[in-house]
């Protein structure tokens, strides 16, 4: 007699604990799937609702302090002029932050833009760090102050208490407040003139001379 074949044993059983991982990782999917088309709905409505003139606001209204010797209005003005930007803007665009950071930026006394908040309704907020005057360059038509990195400031920067460099080349006529100081001379002089803080610095042969308030000279290597 044929002996009957024995069926074949059944495939192992998945563990249980794969059912509940699957399950967490579809959930898991189907959220992240749903804040990103949430967070995209968000930011075309406020793309189209910014363009509505209720959420348009002042660039000329913008709250941060001026720089010396500047009121805020005139401030404004300057950063429009030097940034090509609108008169207005839409408290709800996306990029404004981004934006406004770039126009500040673009103005010759601003270092850097450290925060822009926005508070309903329209109410904007730039906080800033303006660049400090480290020496005063004498020039034929007076003194020209740039900061410790040798960077030309505006004319209306203060230059009295500063220390003064007393051989400085001339300012070329097509200089822009907010680079750097043409050729190296001035741009060695401020390190030095914010290390020491002297009252008088000259290059010499022999390296810097510096006079000090007290009236005592100190020669600094180049």
């Not at 992240?32 to 088309?37: P, R």
């Not at 803007?89 to 500040?104: E, G, H, I, R, S």
């Not at 004319?155 to 400085?168: H, V």
Request: charged letters at 20%.
């Amino acid at each position: 007699m044929k002996r009957a074949k024995k069926a074949p044993a059944p495939p192992p059983k998945a563990p249980r604990t794969a059912r509940p991982i699957v399950a967490v990782v579809l959930t898991l999917g189907a959220a992240g799937a749903l804040l990103f088309g949430l967070s995209r709905l968000g930011d075309e409505a406020r793309r189209n609702i910014g363009a509505r003139d209720r959420y348009a606001a002042r660039f000329a209204d913008i709250r941060c302090e001026p720089p010396p010797n500047t009121s805020r209005e005139t401030f404004l003005t300057e950063v429009r002029y030097s940034a090509q930007v609108e008169p207005t803007f839409q408290v709800l665009d996306p990029d404004l932050k981004k934006k406004l950071a770039t126009a500040f930026t673009a103005h010759p006394w601003v270092a850097s833009v450290d925060a822009v908040t926005v508070e309903p309704p329209d109410v904007v907020t730039v906080v800033l760090t303006f660049r400090k005057p480290m020496l005063a360059v004498l020039q034929p038509t007076g003194k020209r102050a740039v900061d410790a990195k040798g960077v030309l400031l505006p004319t209306s920067a203060p230059t009295d208490g500063l220390p003064e460099l007393l051989n400085a080349p001339a300012l070329p006529t097509d200089a822009v407040a907010g680079q750097f100081w043409p050729g190296d001379l001035v741009v060695r002089a401020a390190s030095v003139a914010a290390e020491y803080k002297p009252q008088t610095i000259e290059s010499t042969p022999q390296g810097w001379q510096l006079v000090q308030r007290s009236g005592q000279k100190l020669m600094v290597a180049k």
